[in-house]
């Protein structure tokens, strides 16, 4: 029964034109001269899906969701499938590229182009890439070895090559067509073809004949022609079971052979005439798509053999048996498979399903669900699993002299079932130098970090490198010869370091070219061992590391002394290095089903090397890859993953990975990407180059950096609230450095963190306020855990004049708690204090300390200097119990609030909670005292509020100082301590002008037993209980406490400024005598006092007499008006 050939229909404008299948045959897939992709249901289909891809599609592929399309442009583009999304430039080449096709498994690509160079293009990783030369004239097609061993192209030089791809060599070539000049002139486009699976044989299109060539031994095995052929043919394609050969005439005759047989099976002419350019065969069926060179589109279906035995994709159909097709048995039976042949019995057909190592044509179909479409057709073909076992070392010793065994393939690709049907291993990323582009570029970016850039150039005329510095203070441009073929790179603000992979003559080699140097000899170089490559490098402060093929890192002293060595638990896949910290990142394992399994170190390099990370996962978006690691400015770990997701080490949360950025919502198109060479988290700028369609920048022009905004994936942050908890949170995180910063004695801007306190206080005190407006009380507490005690005091009181007093009462209950808390820690610091100046004082303390920098004295006695009688001042975060803060922080003393960097007040007076009284540049009087609580030595004066102005005005973008540990030992800045500060005399005397106030007064120590009882009644307490009964009287329905006090508040107020000028007098009056006691109690906050502004003004008369400096009031005006604000 012959072949149905349907009517052809426009697929594109006249042109060359080109057809593929997808994956199930579900759709056909057409590029033309129009620049499209259209995606065709059927022959029928009036509304074909349609892609632009370009001004003109020469040849187009599709396998496993990926379509390739060679255009205009000299580029090989991918797009998704079926979406048609663009997805990024595989290869480019100088000239069109006439062909690509995709490999069995659909991981590469082959291209020719007019340039006469052929490309095979990993699709995964365009970097991977190998390049073909040794045609002399454009090249027409191409065609993969089923097994990934050979390529075969056909060019106008009038060759017909196949290559080896391992080597890149040239493997055979035949002078087979005539030769051209040009794709243009020639007169066959000759799309030739391996026999699917085996890949025994090559067919080539010569003249009006098909040629056939044997696998290996390169032999001419037959010629397959038919009378009917009048003119050239041009394309040929193979059924999916290799039995049968379709080819294509230029005047439009299409010709069907049995390859076995060499009989002729189907002769169909076109109906135009036109020439067939483009030859499909259905994966699972006997269908053929063909289409012509005027950009017609027709479909042959029921492709069928001379005793009529029909292929259909409709299940009702009856099978040809030629696709070998395995079939689920009847359902009683289950035990083995059952295969078909028409043409050979049972024993030859086993001989050719054992077949050169494909070990998974055998395979059991128990449990499997019957998918197929197909049917057994007759019972003598049906194969009992036990004559393949038995049979099969026979068979194997007859395969080799047995040609025809070729032919008897196992069926398509989509009715095979392996024995192994879960998720399959992704292939390890290979490494990588974060910073690069890929090492086959002839122009490429060895190294691009906030130092400089390393650029490699290696062409023809040159072979070099050239450093440039962002900053020509640390070093000049340099060019070096390249004469090792240096491929990884690393520069520092000490040194350039390169290494090169070992040849046959060389050992692979590390090199150091360490400029800052102060002696002459500035560069070194060490050879690995043999069968030793160095994979990844990378250089800290101080040192370098490099880790190798054999899963060793090495570690080397900046001037060359080998340090450490250490094995790694897998592969490397890329280093950075910044400061103290080493960051390593592996494989500590096999990812599956597109997912890389990768691990992470983080060390810690300094005087007393430790281990942070200890192999932990490295969280990446699900099927992607790694692309860039490092640090950010300020030394915390980052990564970058294939999806564009950056995320940072959270040192806060137990160094677990948050996602910061995701660098794909800025991106324009869906094949545009940011190649990134720097984050700063002080100010907050992820750095990086706009990349069009594609994942690296070229060398030339110059590429521009971008700077993109953080933003941390909180939910819903289009809503007031999401956008606060995402700027509160993203403040929190960020700010987290400085913590590391202090504990490991690194210098840094002190107003930086306190900055940072007040903008996070002012988030959440405006996400209390919006809470309380949703009647959301419970939210408001949770947000008030929080804040800082003087921030909760703020939120008391707003919560007060908001009338939600129960929610006033549980902020109070809260208050107080911080406050207990506060204590017990100053307590456990006191006791830490008084064992460690013992220890300092007997000498025993011979290791250096971290406790109490100079820095940090000025920022306590500032603290001291800037105290107001009637403050206890708190901490701005909650203390952490148990915490040593001598061993744990340079930036702690036994002074939480200066942890924090914020000092801020208990007493729920009008107080602005953010003011900063830390400034390492003030001096004043140390603290001698062995017990004294420093937070009773602070007073509170007006002074905060100058000062912080003053800071406010004279802020700069903050300044990361470089990670250089102090010069001063620890040890030294402790004992100097408690000694005088005669040495700073001068710059006391300069700040004491600016400020002029005495601060050599010193109080002694409250009792830390001293609790709320003990403390003395103020001014408003003994006003309220003479007038108690007043109040009691004139209100008889007040029950509760609060709204006696709220009341006697209202009254207070009314009086006038002598009125509680006198009250107040007479509270202090009382233990006026006992002046040592009075100096105790003038420390001592009352929380539950709630005057005004003058009262305070009136107590720093009575108890300061010092000379005052006039208030301003802005940052103080405008938190109190927020606090107070009516509904």
């Known amino acids: 029964m012959p072949a149905t050939q349907k009517p052809m229909r426009y697929g594109h404008t006249e042109g060359h034109t080109d057809v593929c299948f997808d994956d199930s045959g579900s759709c056909i897939v057409t590029c033309g001269s129009d620049g499209d992709v259209r995606i065709w249901e059927d022959l029928d289909d009036d509304d074909p899906k349609s892609i632009n891809v370009g001004e003109k599609a020469y040849s187009c592929a599709l396998k496993s969701g990926k379509l390739v399309t060679a255009v205009s442009n000299h580029t090989i583009q991918v797009h998704t499938f079926p979406e048609g999304v663009p997805d990024g430039i595989l290869t480019r080449f100088t000239t069109n590229a006439n062909h690509v096709v995709f490999n069995s498994d659909g991981t590469k690509i082959a291209a020719g182009s007019g340039d006469f160079l052929v490309k095979v293009v990993d699709v995964m990783d365009c970097s991977q890439q190998q390049t073909f030369r040794g045609h002399e004239a454009p090249v027409l097609s191409l065609s993969f070895d089923p097994k990934d061993i050979f390529l075969a192209s056909a060019s106008c030089d009038g060759s017909v090559r196949v290559w080896q791809i391992s080597d890149q060599t040239c493997a055979i070539s035949w002078p087979l067509l005539q030769k051209v000049n040009d794709e243009i002139n020639a007169k066959s486009i000759c799309r030739l073809a391996w026999q699917p699976k085996s890949g025994k044989l090559l067919a080539v299109p010569v003249e009006k004949s098909v040629k056939l060539y044997r696998r290996e031994t390169w032999n001419n095995q037959f010629d397959l022609s038919d009378n009917f052929i009048s003119q050239t043919l041009s394309i040929v394609t193979w059924s999916p079971c290799g039995q049968y050969l379709a080819a294509g005439s230029i005047n439009g005759s299409i010709i069907v052979w049995n390859v076995e047989t060499k009989d002729c099976m189907e002769r169909v002419k076109h109906e135009k005439g036109y020439a067939i350019c483009g030859l499909a065969w259905h994966p699972t069926c006997g269908r053929i798509a063909y289409t012509d060179a005027e950009g017609n589109l027709g479909l042959l279906e029921n492709v069928c053999n001379p005793n009529g035995k029909i292929s259909s994709s409709k299940v009702s159909s009856r099978v040809e048996k030629d696709y070998n097709d395995l079939f689920d048995g009847d359902d009683t039976s289950n035990a083995g498979d059952f295969l078909n042949d028409n043409t050979v019995e049972t024993p030859s057909f086993s001989k050719g399903i054992i077949n050169e190592d494909e070990d998974d044509d055998i395979m059991l179909a128990s449990g499997r669900p019957k998918q197929r479409s197909h049917f057994l057709e007759d019972d003598e073909n049906s194969v009992d699993i036990t004559m393949l076992k038995t049979g099969s070392s026979l068979l194997k010793e007859k395969e080799e002299d047995d040609q025809a065994d070729s032919i008897y393939n196992l069926p398509l690709v989509t009715s095979q079932r392996p024995l192994y049907d879960g998720p399959m291993p992704t292939p390890r990323q290979k490494p990588f130098q974060s910073g690069s582009t890929p090492s086959h570029l002839t122009h490429r970016f060895m190294m691009w ?73 500035k560069e070194w170089i060490v050879d690995m061992p043999q069968n030793e490559d160095i994979e990844a490098v990378c250089l800290g402060q101080g040192w370098a590391a490099a880790a190798t093929s054999t899963l060793l890192l090495r570690l080397f002293s900046i001037g060359g002394v080998q340090k450490e060595i250490f094995s790694l638990p897998g592969p490397v896949v890329s280093m950075a290095g910044h400061g103290e910290q080493l960051f390593i990142v592996y494989h500590r394992g096999t990812g599956f089903d597109g997912d890389q399994c990768l691990g992470v170190h983080l060390l810690q390099m300094g005087k007393k090397k430790q281990q942070i990370l200890h192999g932990d996962p490295l969280p990446l978006t699900r099927k992607s890859y790694l692309v860039w690691v490092g640090f950010s400015a300020e030394g915390t770990p980052c990564f970058v993953d294939s999806e564009g997701i950056v995320r940072m080490l959270n040192r806060g949360l137990g160094n677990t990975w948050t996602p910061v950025c995701n660098t794909r919502e800025h991106c324009k198109g869906k094949s545009d990407h940011y190649w990134v060479v720097g984050i700063h988290e002080n100010p907050q700028q992820l750095r990086c180059i706009p990349c069009k369609g594609s ?74 306020a919006l809470s309380c407006k949703l009647e959301r009380e419970f939210r408001c507490v949770e947000l008030a855990e929080l804040m800082t005690q003087n921030a909760v005091n703020l939120a008391i009181k707003y919560a007060s004049r908001s009338r939600r007093l129960i929610l006033a009462q549980r902020l109070s209950e809260l208050a107080v708690e911080k406050a207990a ?42 603290a001291e200097d800037t105290g107001e009688a009637d403050d206890t001042e708190e901490t701005s975060e909650e203390p952490k119990h148990g915490q040593n803060t001598f061993s744990k922080s340079a ?64 802020e700069k973008s903050p300044v990361i100082k470089p990670l250089v540990p102090k010069p001063k030992s620890k040890q030294t800045s402790a004992v100097s301590y408690f000694q005088k500060r005669t040495s700073q005399a001068d710059k006391t005397e300069e700040v004491k002008a600016e400020n002029p106030k005495n601060s050599s007064s010193e109080t002694p120590a409250m009792c830390p037993q001293n609790t709320e009882n003990q403390r003395p009644k103020t001014g408003f307490q003994m006003w309220l209980e003479e007038n108690r009964s007043n109040i009691l009287s004139d209100n008889p329905d007040f029950s509760d406490e609060a709204d006696i006090i709220k009341e006697g508040m209202l009254r207070f107020r009314v009086l006038s400024t002598e009125e509680r000028k006198a009250w107040t007098t007479k509270a202090k009056g009382g233990i006026a005598s006992d002046g040592a006691e009075a100096k105790k109690r003038k420390h001592v906050a009352d929380e539950s006092e709630e005057t005004e502004h003058q009262e305070e003004k009136a107590k720093e008369n009575l108890n300061l007499p010092k000379k005052q400096k006039p208030l301003d009031l802005s940052t103080n005006q405008k938190l109190s008006a927020f606090a107070f604000k009516q509904e």
């Open 449 to 521: 970090n906030s130092i400089g850039i390393i650029r490699c150039y290696n062409d023809e005329q040159d072979n070099a490198i050239d450093v440039e510095f962002h900053d020509t203070s640390i070093h000049h441009a340099t060019h070096l010869s390249n004469t090792l073929n240096y491929t990884i790179a690393d520069l520092s603000h000490e040194a350039i370091l390169l290494a090169c992979e070992s040849t046959d003559e060389l050992a692979s080699k590390l090199h150091c070219l360490h400029f800052s140097s102060w002696d002459s000899s």
């Open 695 to 768: 994942r690296f920048p070229p060398t030339l022009p110059r590429p521009a950096v971008a700077v993109l905004s953080f933003q941390l994936p909180y939910c819903q942050v289009a809503t007031e609230k999401g956008q606060m908890e995402e700027q509160f949170w993203r403040s929190v995180m960020f700010h987290n450095h400085l913590d590391y910063l202090a504990k490991n004695g690194y210098e840094y801007e002190e107003n930086t963190k306190s900055q940072a306190i007040k903008e996070q206080q002012e988030l959440l005190l405006k996400m209390l």
């Open 821 to 862: 808390e506060l204590t017990a820690t100053q307590v456990e610091e006191e006791e830490e204090e008084g064992d460690f100046r013992k220890k300092l004082s007997a000498g025993y303390s011979n290791t250096p300390t971290e406790w109490s920098q100079p820095r940090l004295r000025n920022q306590v006695e500032e």
């Open 891 to 954: 930036n702690s003393s036994d002074v939480p609030a200066v942890k924090s960097g914020a000092v801020t007040s208990s007493n729920p007076g009008r107080v602005n909670p953010f003011k900063v009284s830390a400034n390492s540049k003030e001096p004043a009087i140390s603290v001698n005292s062995g017990r004294s609580n420093i937070l009773d030595n602070m007073n509170k004066s007006y002074k905060k509020s100058t000062a912080l102005n003053r800071a406010t005005n004279d």
